[in-house]
């Protein structure tokens, strides 16, 4: 059986690196029809918290990744290594390697100097390695505090990458590992290996800054007896000026991004794209298809750029793919500042499918509905047209007999520039400015049919009453 699994520490809320580690664990787990668990690495007392526990859980739902196994899904297991600690889980197996001689009690204060990753040269001399068993009672009777190592064996490790192929390190370089701190806590490198041994994981899917991790947890799940998962590390992400991904150009989180109105079938797929390319070079890929072509073999080795114009332009895509109706309906938040009492429900839903074709991201709602709630309409005197002016009071008497649809007006507009052998584009703009003040805007015709009739006329009557005060006329 295929077991993927994402296992983010609650260090941090989601954001797009590790969103993006757990989107292609997911999808390669549903590529290859297994099973994706989610796992929640808090041994890290001091730095975990639960508010960001629940910003990973809920950012990776609302993005619609969705694990068969972990927090919230009904197990005798716990997904929580805290828990898997507390029922001593890691020191199970931690005995288990002191009793075959695989690793040992470690009373150095040098252990310390492991927790710091400055220090990188630091390699452990083997000091305890050879302490007796009367050596290491003594020092616990005397409590003398201890960590435990493991017993790094000096081989090259060969592994290979399902990103890049076949990579080896010589664990020559590297002393003997802390798997056990003095405080009774397991390591990353050792509670990793405990729970994908545990949890029966087939592949691990993880960013390139866990390479040098890999051969230390081959290891030990070779020292624990088991066979080590298959391992592929993805690249980074940049941002456009190629330099590490900064909050500027969207080294932002999940919520953040669900905040500014983007949607998330469309940070969806453009997760998937960063790093990977569909067989056919396709852009817009729904989840269900992308299932079904997530073979990693398609992972690029070199970094990605993080474009923000391409996901605006997805989100774009996947907008003006919905109906009025469903973008009513997941806009709420958009549509809070606005009164209600202006229009019910189906006319908003019409002015939204007015507006839909100049939308990129749900937060362009309110700019673009700015114009249908308006109350104010300011002119402005270098705007204005006074020779103009007669055509436009013409204009707004012949639309007082209409019926006042979109449909008919613009029948109406036609008829009218041919008889009085006028451009279109000049009552267009006249009435757009004299209705709305603005130079640019919705489909013009349905914006009038929104503001009807009686608004309309007085509207364009306030701007020729407007022009003519300007003029002094
Ligand atoms: N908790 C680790 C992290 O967030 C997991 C790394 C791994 O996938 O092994 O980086």
Known sequence: MIRLRFAPSP??????????TALFNYLYAKFLKGKFILRIEDTDILRSKKEYEEDIISGLKWLG??????PGVDSVQSYYQLDRWKQGIYNQYCQQLIEEGKAYYCFCEQEEKDKDPLQLSYKYS????TLSNEQIKENIAKKIPYAIRFKVCEEVVVFRDLVRGDISFDMALNGDLVIMRS???PTYNFAVVVDDMDMQIT??????DHI???????????ALGKTPPAYGHISMILGPDKAKLSKRHGAKSITEFKNEGYLPEALFNFLALLGWSHPEDKEVIFQEDLMTVYDMARVSKSNSVFNIEKLNWLNGQYLRSYTAEHIYNISSEFLDGFNKSLYNKDQLIYILDVIKE???LLSDIPTQLAVFFTTQVIYEKEHVQLEMIPMIEKFEQGLRDLEFTSEVISEYTNNFVKENNIKKGQIFHNVRYAVSAQQKGPSLFKMLQVFGKE???QRIGNYIAYVKTCSGS
């Not at 990744?65 to 972990?70: C, K, P």
């Open 11 to 20: 260090t941090g809320n989601l954001h797009i690196g590790s969103a993006r």
């Open 65 to 70: 990744i969705n694990w068969d196994e972990g």
């Open 126 to 129: 083997g000091k305890c390695r």
């Open 183 to 185: 405080d009774g806590m």
């Open 203 to 208: 592949h691990v899917i993880r960013g390139e």
């Open 212 to 222: 040098s991790n890999t051969p230390k947890q081959i290891q030990i799940f070779n």
């Open 358 to 360: 100049n939308l990129n």
């Open 455 to 457: 608004k309309v006329c």
